[in-house]
T-cell receptor, first 114, second 114 residues
Framework: DTAVSQTPKYLVTQMGNDKSIKCEQN?????MYWYKQDSKKFLKIMFS???????INETVPNRFSPKSPDKAHLNLHINSLELGDSAVYFC?????????????FGPGTRLTVT | QKEVEQNSGPLSVPEGAIASLNCTYS??????FFWYRQYSGKSPELIMS????GDKEDGRFTAQLNKASQYVSLLIRDSQPSDSATYLC??????????????FGTGTQLKVEL
């Protein structure tokens, strides 16, 4: 059974388009995250939700909008895609929002903007 | 100064040897420390977490934390070719504004040679 899953795995699109990435976890965790890993493999947090409430919102362009319909799902919608948005986007989850909780990552979505 | 620093490598060790991976962090109040392994094209996989000074052992892996020196390390005993991957150090800073805002290093590439 997949603990944290993401769809799609690959996403190729043109500049200016709008796209969404979906994430689901079946671990019963309360907290979910979006990370971006750039071409230099640097992994940086973007957002975090705890029980459907946004608790971390890093310096991310407002073209990026996360939504959490319930504790098990976290989606990322990106408007007006730019070349610099090309990256691998990882979803993660943890049991809670406290600093000692371990985070578990999904398989990633490779976004390529042409 | 980067928040979390790692030597990018590659670190090459012969099969059966001990691999030593190091990480320093800038925030003296950092609370939680994690090591992730990432194979090429895959997602980060949690290996170890450590929260207090000293050593923590799990199988062939030992994490070491020295908060006074702001230093955390990962030792891999009896290294195997399957250990060849990028190892990411992640740290939770003192002030997160709520939530576990992991800050990652750029990773150290480990190569275990036959």
């Amino acid at each position: 059974d997949t603990a944290v899953s993401q769809t799609p795995k690959y996403l190729v699109t043109q500049m200016g388009n709008d796209k969404s990435i979906k994430c689901e976890q079946n671990l019963g965790h309360d907290t979910m995250y979006w990370y971006k890993q750039d071409s230099k493999k640097f992994l940086k947090i973007m957002f975090s939700y705890n029980n459907k409430e946004l608790i971390i919102n890093e310096t991310v362009p407002n073209r990026f909008s996360p939504k959490s319909p319930d504790k098990a799902h976290l989606n990322l919608h990106i408007n007006s895609l730019e070349l610099g948005d090309s990256a691998v986007y990882f979803c993660a989850s943890s049991q809670g929002a406290g600093v000692s909780y371990e985070q578990y990552f999904g398989p990633g979505t490779r976004l390529t903007v042409t | 100064q980067k928040e979390v620093e790692q030597n990018s490598g590659p670190l090459s060790v012969p099969e059966g040897a001990i691999a030593s991976l190091n990480c320093t962090y800038s925030d003296r109040g950092s609370q939680s420390f994690f090591w992730y392994r990432q194979y090429s094209g895959k997602s980060p996989e949690l290996i170890m977490s450590i929260y207090s000074n000293g050593d923590k052992e799990d199988g062939r892996f030992t994490a070491q934390l020295n908060k006074a020196s702001q230093y955390v390390s990962l030792l891999i005993r009896d290294s195997q070719p399957s250990d060849s991957a990028t190892y990411l150090c992640a740290v939770t800073p003192l002030f997160t504004g709520g939530g576990n805002k992991l800050t990652f290093g750029t990773g150290t590439q480990l190569k275990v040679e036959l």
